[in-house]
């Protein structure tokens, strides 16, 4: 589990949605998943974890339709823009968020948007690939790669075992 805590608002792509993310970062992946996939039309999709305690909507809460996505993944979006607000599987204690929906996030800025924060490496950047085993398309980059879920069946960048 992280140590890293979040302290971020967000919101939709029409803002009509709101929310606040406070507390204790429990995964940070990007996920390769078909539910994922799916659900986003991307190859892959970067989300931070957080348990539901640490997320409270602040405005727009009849905005938000649940929807039940590739089995037990539900996935909350706003009715107006469509935008995903979160993704969860059914009856789980947390729920993934999108941290390029965050308000810290600058759209403007034409450098990677998750490279600096104050001289360091900025938490919210993706620090493995998860359900690898599932991917489209290999990945060639540093990060570590996992078949399924962590910590166990890591692998290469083409997928096969690591030694």
């Known amino acids: 589990m992280s140590t890293d805590t979040i302290d971020q608002t967000g919101a ?46 602040t405005a727009g809460e009849d905005s938000i339709k649940v929807y039940t996505n590739h089995g037990n993944l539900r996935v909350a979006r706003c009715t107006d823009c469509g935008t995903p607000i979160y993704q969860t599987p059914e009856g789980a204690t947390f729920k993934a968020t999108f941290p390029r929906m965050y308000d810290s996030v600058d759209m403007s800025v034409k450098e990677p948007l998750y490279s600096k924060v104050g001289g360091g490496l900025n938490f919210m950047a993706p620090n493995a690939h998860w359900n690898y085993e599932n991917r489209i398309m290999d990945v060639s980059d540093d990060l570590p790669k996992f078949a399924g879920f962590p910590p166990n069946g890591m692998v290469n960048n083409d997928g096969s075992p690591k030694a």
């Open 12 to 57: 939709c792509f029409c803002k009509k949605v709101k929310y606040q993310i406070k507390g204790e970062v429990m995964g940070n992946s990007n996920c390769h998943c078909r539910a994922c996939s799916i659900a986003h039309g991307s190859p892959f999709v970067h989300y931070l974890i957080v348990k539901n305690e640490f997320f409270h909507v």
